[in-house]
C-alpha cells in the first residue's frame, strides 16, 4: 500500500518535470537584439552608402528605432512635472521636435560606424518593466557599459531610456528641459527646439 | 515652607534640564520617536559609492529628506530614505548618487518625473543612476580604458 502510494508520488513529480515550460524570458532582449542587428545591417550595406541614397537610408534607421522606442514616454519622461500642465497639441508637437532633435543628433554618428559590436549580457524583467544590459565593444576594444530601460505596452516591449556607463540619457535632458522652462518658458524650450532642428 | 519651595524649584530646574538633554541628543542624532511625520520608500543601485546613513536627499537643490538606512541586497546597495509626507514623487522620477564639490560627501539627488502615477509609502524609485567614481574616471582618462 505504501509502495504503490511512493510510486504513485514519484510519478507525479517525474511526469510535471515532463511538461514544458513556456520560456518568456528573453523576449525584450530578442526585440532589442532584432533592432540593433537591423540597424546594423542597414549601416553597413554597401548599396545604401552613397549620398544618393542617404535619404532612403536615414528613413529606414529611423522606422527601425522608431519600431523599439516608445516617444512618448521618452518625451514625458525628459519634461517630467512640466508634461502635465501641456495640453495633447503640445504635447504632440513636443514629441515630434524631440525624435527629430534625436534623429539630428545620432544620424549623424550611424555614418561614423566603425565596426563597433554589441553583446547583450542580461535581463531582469518586474512586471512592466525591465533592464536589459549589454555592452558596446568598440574597434579598439574599449567597452562601453548600455542599459535598455524597457517596459510592456499593449503587449509588446519597448524602450522609455537608456543608460551609457550609468548616465541617464532621460535624466540628461531632464534635467536641461527644466532649467530651460524654469529660467524662461516652454515656449523658449519649443523655440529652440525648433532652432536646433531646422539649424544646419 | 520656604524649604519645600527652594526644593520644588531645583526639581523643576533639573527636570527642565534633562528634558532639554534628551531634546537636544534626539535632533543631534537626528533619530525619530514615533515614527516621525513621513513616508519611506527605497531604491537599488548597483553602487552606493559611499553614501551614509543620515545623507541628504536633495530635490531642485533643497535637503527634503535624509538617507534612513543602507543595506545590501543581492549584491545591490538598498537605499532607504525618509521624506516628509507633502513630498510625492512621480514614479519616474530618477535617483542619483552626487558628490559636493569632487571629493566631497555623497547625496542623493531626485529629479521628479511627469507620471501621473505617484511613488506609495514602502516603495520603490525604479530609475537609479549610480555613483559616479571620480577615482575611476581619472585612472581611465591617464591610464587610458583597455
Excluded at chain 1, 525628459?78 to 527629430?100: D, N, P
Amino acid at each position: 500500500m505504501v509502495l504503490r502510494y511512493l510510486i504513485r508520488i514519484i510519478l507525479f513529480f517525474s511526469l510535471s518535470c515532463c511538461i514544458p515550460i513556456t520560456v518568456i524570458a528573453g523576449e525584450p532582449t530578442e526585440r532589442v537584439k532584432a533592432a540593433t542587428d537591423k540597424l546594423l545591417s542597414i549601416i553597413t550595406d554597401p548599396e545604401l552608402k552613397g549620398p544618393e541614397m542617404a535619404k532612403v537610408r536615414d528613413k529606414m534607421i529611423r522606422q527601425t528605432v522608431d519600431d523599439v522606442f516608445d516617444w512618448e514616454a521618452f518625451s514625458q519622461r525628459a519634461l517630467a512635472t512640466h508634461w502635465g500642465e501641456r495640453t495633447s497639441e503640445e504635447k504632440k508637437e513636443f514629441i515630434s521636435l524631440f525624435g527629430q532633435l534625436l534623429e539630428r543628433t545620432y544620424m549623424d554618428k550611424t555614418r561614423q560606424y566603425s565596426g563597433e559590436k554589441i553583446e547583450f549580457l542580461s535581463e531582469e524583467i518586474e512586471g512592466e518593466y525591465g533592464v536589459i544590459k549589454a555592452k558596446v565593444i568598440t574597434a579598439s576594444g574599449r567597452e562601453i557599459a548600455v542599459d535598455y530601460r524597457v517596459m510592456k505596452e499593449k503587449g509588446d516591449w519597448f524602450i522609455y531610456d537608456v543608460y551609457v556607463e550609468g548616465v541617464s540619457f532621460v535624466n540628461n535632458y531632464r534635467v536641461q528641459f527644466n532649467n530651460i522652462i524654469t529660467r524662461s518658458s516652454y515656449e523658449e524650450l519649443v523655440r529652440r527646439l525648433k532652432e536646433k532642428v531646422a539649424g544646419e | 515652607m520656604k524649604k519645600i519651595d527652594l526644593e520644588l524649584s531645583v526639581g523643576i530646574f533639573i527636570l527642565a534640564g534633562l528634558a532639554c538633554l534628551a531634546f537636544l541628543s534626539v535632533k543631534v542624532a537626528k533619530t525619530e520617536i514615533f515614527g516621525g511625520k513621513g513616508y519611506e520608500i527605497y531604491a537599488m543601485f548597483s553602487d552606493a559609492g559611499g553614501l551614509k546613513e543620515g545623507a541628504s536627499v536633495v530635490i531642485a537643490g533643497v535637503k527634503v529628506g535624509h538617507v534612513k538606512n543602507i543595506s545590501m541586497v543581492d549584491y545591490k546597495a538598498k537605499v532607504v530614505i525618509s521624506l516628509p509626507l507633502d513630498v510625492k514623487l512621480q514614479e519616474d522620477s530618477i535617483a542619483a548618487i552626487k558628490t559636493r564639490g569632487i571629493i566631497g560627501e555623497k547625496f542623493l539627488v531626485i529629479t521628479p518625473g511627469g507620471s501621473e502615477k505617484i511613488i506609495e509609502p514602502g516603495g520603490r524609485i525604479r530609475e537609479t543612476m549610480p555613483a559616479v567614481d571620480i577615482e575611476e574616471l581619472i585612472s581611465n582618462y591617464v591610464f587610458g580604458k583597455l
